[in-house]
């Protein structure tokens, strides 16, 4: 028969608290090396007590290589993360500058009198006006420049 499935939430008195720890520690270790055994991989387990005792299992002769290996690992896994960010939003960034050369370049067109067609009367009357606007602004300059 198996066993029953257990309510995880924490265990108030302290000695079966203690005894539950050492049991699953045990357990925890023991699995740990059946992983490393049976699947040739490198296992590092870090275990901390409620008192702050430390417990520590490896595969390899010093934990440390392990250690060095996570954190080199997570270091290169975060630039590749950043590295994808920074892609996305040059990306972005990308497709919104294209997206404003286009409407810049529609407008020159509009300006020297090509894709009129296409124009509703109120666009083509704004258009007007800003070639209205744009030419008393190069007379303005021009006759400062004239008496200059």
Do not use: W
Not at 6 to 34: C, D, M, P, Y
Not at 73 to 79: G, N
């Amino acid at each position: 028969m198996g066993r029953g499935r257990v309510e995880l939430r924490r265990i108030e008195n302290k000695i079966s608290r203690q005894v539950t720890f050492s049991k699953r520690r045990n357990g925890l270790f023991k699995k740990a090396n059946e992983i490393s055994v049976l699947c040739d991989a490198q296992v590092a387990l870090i275990i901390f007590s409620t008192k702050g005792k430390l417990f520590e299992y490896s595969s390899d002769p010093c934990i440390d290589g392990i250690l060095e290996r996570y954190e080199r690992q997570a270091h290169t896994e975060q630039l590749a993360q950043t590295n994808n960010e920074s892609q996305g939003n040059l990306s972005l960034e990308y497709f919104k500058l294209t997206t404003k050369v286009e409407v810049l370049e529609k407008n020159i067109r509009n300006y020297v009198g090509q894709d009129l067609d296409m124009l509703s009367s109120r666009e083509l009357q704004n258009l007007e006006h800003q070639i209205d606007t744009a030419l008393k602004r190069v007379r303005t300059r021009k006759d400062t420049r004239t008496l200059l």
